[in-house]
């Protein structure tokens, strides 16, 4: 009876022993799979965010790469500017010069027929000489007189040592009515401009593409019609000579 129950006892140590060793692997195994699904699904997660990373750091390089071209091509420019600028400048200070010698040297040419209300001005780069048509003109007429002659032998000495300078003749009248055949104060005044060119280029030979001449009538006066010392400075005939701009544009495009 004894052997029996010890037998019995023994059987059920092995039994339970046997249940307890197949149940603890399972336990473990299924956690350790457990741990290792999880793991991997981490690691998925992660390789994902690295690939999401590489591409942001490649298109920060790209970004960065194409910043440093603009930034480059900017410096380029900016350089490609600045020496067209400093060019400008040293070519707009040397016309710069060159109008304040001519202006200079027609003063002194001239200041002998100059001195009766007529001037030579200097304003934003263009010189204006201003001859009264007493100087240059009898009464009514657009012929130009002896003195006017003279004073304009002056200015075609100095004009044809600048020959790059356009020149403009503009002749001027005062308000009174002027008749004469079909002629008014506007025609009189584009016939003495006429005049004045007609001489420049057939005795002195100035070429004809640098002179323009017009006529503006009584419609630009400089002083008071209602005066005579007025009327006086309004009958006039300018000459304007502009900076050689042409020559500066070229340089620059």
């Known amino acids: 009876m004894i052997v029996m129950v010890r037998t019995y006892v023994t059987l059920l140590v092995i039994g339970g022993s046997l249940i307890f060793a197949s149940c603890g692997p399972s336990k473990k195994m299924?956690?350790?799979?457990?741990?290792?699904?999880?793991?991997?699904?981490?690691n998925a997660d992660l390789l994902k965010l690295k690939g999401s990373l590489e591409d942001s750091v490649k298109a920060g390089q790209d970004a960065l790469k194409a910043a440093n071209e603009a930034l480059q091509n900017s410096k380029t420019e900016f350089e490609t500017?600045?020496?067209?600028?400093?060019?400008?400048?040293?070519?707009?200070?040397?016309?710069?010069?060159?109008?304040?010698?001519?202006?200079?040297?027609?003063?002194?040419?001239?200041?002998?027929?100059?001195?009766?209300?007529?001037?030579?001005?200097?304003?934003?780069?263009?010189?204006?000489?201003?001859?009264?048509?007493?100087?240059?003109?009898?009464?009514?007429?657009?012929?130009?007189?002896?003195?006017?002659?003279?004073?304009?032998?002056?200015?075609?000495?100095?004009?044809n040592d600048y020959p790059d300078l356009v020149v403009n003749?503009?002749?001027?009248?005062?308000?009174?009515?002027?008749?004469?055949?079909?002629?008014?104060?506007?025609?009189?005044?584009?016939?003495?401009?006429?005049?004045?060119?007609?001489?420049?280029?057939?005795?002195?030979?100035i070429a004809p593409t640098r002179l323009v001449a017009s006529g503006k009538g009584e419609f630009d006066p400089v002083a008071d019609n209602s005066t005579a010392g007025g009327r006086a400075q309004n009958r006039r005939?300018?000459?304007v000579i502009n900076p050689d701009i042409d020559k500066v544009w070229s340089a620059i495009q």
């Open 30 to 42: 299924r956690a350790a799979t457990a741990r290792i699904d999880s793991l991997s699904t981490a």
């Open 81 to 159: 500017a600045k020496t067209e600028l400093s060019k400008t400048k040293t070519l707009l200070t040397e016309e710069q010069q060159k109008m304040d010698a001519l202006r200079n040297r027609l003063s002194d040419e001239l200041k002998d027929f100059l001195g009766d209300g007529g001037e030579v001005k200097f304003e934003n780069g263009t010189i204006t000489i201003e001859m009264l048509s007493g100087l240059l003109y009898p009464s009514g007429s657009a012929v130009v007189n002896v003195k006017g002659k003279k004073a304009l032998d002056a200015l075609a000495g100095v004009l």
């Open 169 to 205: 003749i503009v002749g001027g009248t005062d308000d009174k009515p002027f008749r004469r055949g079909n002629n008014d104060n506007w025609g009189l005044s584009t016939q003495r401009a006429n005049s004045v060119v007609r001489i420049l280029t057939k005795k002195y030979n």
């Open 237 to 239: 005939t300018e000459i």
